[in-house]
Nanobody, 125 residues
Framework: QVQLVESGGGLVQAGGSLRLSCAAS??????????MGWFRQAPGKEREFVAG?????VYADSVKGRFTISRDNAKNTVFLQMNSLTPEDTAVYYC???????????????????WGQGTQVTVFL
């Protein structure tokens, strides 16, 4: 069993920045070997992939150049630095982990094994 706890969401003006954190615990696994992903879900929309990391990183086209995913393996924590935020980034942001071993980092929500409770990010003009 893996527990994921997100933090760092909030209200920010367009053009601003936020940094989300996700602390993982309980797996008994080597955290550095697991894929960690960030997803988001806006009202009325499907949950979508934002960014993922294992030994390399993958980003959705909509956030490339603005968002950065990183991890601190000593603290079992993954981060999402979000810059140049726009109202279109408003959503609940979820952290998730994929415990499989496929070489290609997955981007579909259904492939991820455990999820956090989510943290709200609201960007206003």
């Amino acid at each position: 069993q893996v527990q994921l706890v997100e933090s760092g969401g909030g209200l920010v003006q367009a053009g601003g920045s936020l940094r989300l954190s996700c602390a993982a615990s309980g797996s008994g696994r080597t955290f550095s070997s697991d894929v960690m992903g960030w997803f988001r879900q806006a009202p009325g929309k499907e949950r979508e992939f934002v960014a993922g990391i294992r030994w390399s990183t993958v980003y959705a086209d909509s956030v490339k150049g603005r968002f950065t995913i990183s991890r601190d393996n000593a603290k079992n924590t993954v981060f999402l630095q979000m810059n140049s935020l726009t109202p279109e980034d408003t959503a609940v942001y979820y952290c998730a982990t994929y415990l499989g071993r496929q070489s290609l980092l997955p981007t579909a929500p259904g492939e991820y094994d455990y999820w956090g409770q989510g943290t709200q990010v609201t960007v206003f003009l």
